[in-house]
């Protein structure tokens, strides 16, 4: 399997415009998660899909933020308008949890500058 | 409010030696614990996990302990190689919720040849 796949792998725009960011989980995977990491705020939780269903938005930042998955192998965050403070690497994750194990499996990341 | 904390930012060691890291949890509720690394331009990898009907899990050179009632946790790396320089994320789960955990802010582990 190839893994989580995100693109793009970097991303630089500048304040304003939309940026959508893109993950196709590993193949089978029902629970996707996107995250954000940056040197402030570490590594945190933005929104987290079961089969495909948004179950916990609550680290959304903001109205700005929004994603969503269409089908079991695609899913995307959009961020409209983009702000600086935006600036960070977006992991996304996928897991196929079970009785005894809840690991993630994560894609290298989209690294997004806003200038 | 943080539910899993890693107290030591960054932890230097010397090649051979007993790496330990530490990780604190605040929620009882929480009853399956990991840990992951990452490495620089890298997504985080799952490395160990522990269930929390045990109090220790052991891979090769790497070795979770569970405390429960002190809510804590350690990975010891044992020896510790340059390889395993790394950061090092602990997290914890409640595991009838669908996989999500709850990260700490990670230790940047340095193996110093």
């Known amino acids: 399997d190839a893994g989580v796949i995100q693109s793009p792998r970097h991303e630089v725009t500048e304040m304003g415009q939309e940026v959508t960011l893109r993950c196709k989980p590993i193949?089978?995977?029902?629970?996707l998660f996107w995250y954000r990491q940056t040197m402030m705020r570490g590594l945190e939780l933005l929104i987290y899909f079961n089969n495909n269903v948004p179950i916990d938005d609550s680290g959304m930042p903001e109205d700005r933020f929004s994603a969503k998955m269409p089908n079991a192998s695609f899913s995307t965050l959009k961020i409209q308008p983009s702000e600086p403070r935006d600036s960070a690497v977006y992991f996304c994750?996928?897991?196929?949890?079970?009785?005894?194990?809840?690991?993630?499996?994560f894609g290298p990341g989209t690294r997004l500058t806003v200038l | 409010d943080q539910q899993v904390k890693q107290n030591s930012p960054s932890l230097s060691v010397q090649e051979g030696r007993i790496s330990i890291l530490n990780c604190d949890y605040t929620n009882s509720m929480f009853d399956y614990f990991l840990w992951y690394k990452k490495y620089p331009a890298e997504g985080p990898t799952f490395l160990i996990s522990i269930s929390s009907i045990k109090d220790k899990n052991e891979d090769g050179r790497f070795t979770v302990f569970l405390n429960k009632s002190a809510k804590h946790l350690s990975l010891h790396i044992v020896p510790s190689q340059p390889g395993d320089s790394a950061v090092y994320f602990c997290?914890?789960?409640?595991?009838?919720?669908?996989?999500?955990?709850?990260f700490g802010d990670g230790t940047t582990l340095t193996v110093k040849p």
């Open positions: 193949s089978g995977h029902n629970s």
């Open positions: 994750a996928s897991s196929l949890p079970r009785d005894t194990e809840d690991t993630q499996y």
């Open positions: 997290a914890a789960s409640l595991s009838h919720n669908a996989g999500k955990s709850t």
